[in-house]
């Protein structure tokens, strides 16, 4: 370690890869001391810490990841869920279609309150989502479309 004019550290070795580098590089813990590995050391190691905590979390638990996402994002517990689409018949609130891609629906719901209003399959969800949930654009755009309809015959 090298010091500074101050006699105030400003270089450390990284305990991991053994390179020096400026303070800045290095964590600090709640003691003001910096930790022994540099940041990108311990970014590294805890990238490989979390991918082997996600494998064994979902191997024991293959719906944690379901259950876990529809509790947090909308308060919703996977039963709820079930029933809403039981509730739905089993298809999209609007088109009536399956879901696309994973196989799951998307939870459709207002962005100002949080209500929840439905289940969605991916193409509904996103025609909602690029209108703003705006009725008088989905009205612009329904008249926009019987006014060039054409019929193919």
């Given amino acids: 370690m090298r010091l500074a004019s101050s006699s105030i550290q400003s270089i450390k ?8 580098k400026p303070l ?12 022994a590995e540099c940041k990108a050391c311990f970014l590294a190691r805890h990238k490989v810490y979390l991918r082997g905590w996600t494998e064994k979390r979902n191997s024991a638990d293959p719906d944690w990841r379901r259950r876990t996402n529809l509790q947090y994002k909308f308060g919703l ?14 298809v999209c609130a609007v088109c009536g ?20 209003r439905g289940l969605l399959c991916h193409k509904c969800n996103a025609a909602l989502g690029m209108v703003g949930d ?10 926009y479309l ?5 019929a193919v015959a």
């Fill in 13 to 20: 070795k990284c305990n991991q890869c053994k390179v020096e």
């Fill in 24 to 35: 800045a590089d290095f964590y600090f813990r709640p003691s003001g001391r910096p930790r």
């Fill in 77 to 90: 517990s996977v039963e709820r869920y079930d029933a809403m689409l039981k509730s739905q018949s089993g």
């Fill in 97 to 116: 279609g399956p879901p696309m891609g994973a196989g799951a629906y998307h939870v459709d719901h207002d962005h100002l309150s949080g209500a929840i």
């Fill in 134 to 143: 705006s009725i008088d654009h989905l009205l612009g755009l329904i008249q």
């Fill in 146 to 150: 019987k006014t060039h309809y054409v």
